[in-house]
T-cell receptor, first 114, second 111 residues
Framework: SQQGEEDPQALSIQEGENATMNCSYKTSINNLQWYRQNSGRGLVHLILIRSNEREKHSGRLRVTLDTSKKSSSLLITASRAADTASYFC??????????????FGQGTELSVKP | EAQVTQNPRYLITVTGKKLTVTCSQNMNHEYMSWYRQDPGLGLRQIYYSMNVEVTDKGDVPEGYKVSRKEKRNFPLILESPSPNQTSLYFCASLSGGNEQYFGPGTRLTVT
């Protein structure tokens, strides 16, 4: 089955810097989503980008999607210590866009130092 | 408040002792699913349900059962737990906008 692969696996930056995480996948998708997970807790949905969209913004988050390269990136601008978490991309490739079945990447562990 | 709840949050049990992890959502979502999260393997879907009385296997269904008798509840059943089912489990429900709402997780240890 397809899988999102994320890069880098771990990222350590200083507060105020930007953080960029990348995700690649293997097959055609309906949409791609990014989630955040604080240590050992539930995942929180951050942003969804549909296959016909190229860029989306939400607050300090910017997501791009390149379906020709089967890749996406998540940019967090002006990072804060509270952004420290694991970030996962997830792809929805269910037939007829039934939704629901997501394939998750391995995640990027982001550490933002004060 | 819109939420997905799971119980228990932590459970230590012994091999072979049947257990149930409950999941409930208050958002009237039709689609619900269970995932397990393991280091190095990420999140993998165990079972999902597209509506009441409609369930299907995900990627790693062996050793698990589910039921969906009511829209809000989607319990995960381990009839005979084994140590390889030690994991962090998440229940999730799907909104009309295709985003998943996750529960807080259940950390299960099987000795």
């Amino acid at each position: 089955s397809q899988q999102g692969e994320e890069d880098p696996q771990a990222l350590s930056i200083q507060e105020g810097e930007n953080a960029t995480m990348n995700c690649s996948y293997k097959t055609s998708i309906n949409n791609l989503q990014w989630y955040r997970q604080n240590s050992g807790r539930g995942l929180v949905h951050l942003i969804l980008i549909r296959s016909n969209e190229r860029e989306k913004h939400s607050g300090r988050l910017r997501v791009t999607l390149d379906t020709s390269k089967k890749s996406s990136s998540l940019l967090i601008t002006a990072s804060r210590a509270a952004d420290t978490a694991s970030y996962f991309c997830a792809t929805d490739a269910t037939r007829y866009n039934q939704g629901g079945k997501l394939i998750f990447g391995q995640g990027t562990e982001l550490s933002v130092k004060p | 408040e819109a939420q997905v709840t799971q119980n228990p949050r932590y459970l230590i049990t012994v091999t072979g002792k049947k257990l149930t992890v409950t999941c409930s959502q208050n958002m009237n979502h039709e689609y619900m699913s269970w995932y397990r999260q393991d280091p190095g393997l990420g999140l993998r879907q165990i079972y999902y349900s597209m509506n009441v009385e409609v369930t299907d296997k995900g990627d790693v269904p062996e050793g698990y059962k589910v039921s969906r008798k009511e829209k809000r509840n989607f319990p995960l059943i381990l009839e005979s737990p084994s140590p390889n089912q030690t994991s962090l489990y998440f229940c999730a429900s799907l909104s009309g906008g295709n985003e998943q709402y996750f529960g807080p997780g259940t950390r299960l240890t099987v000795t």
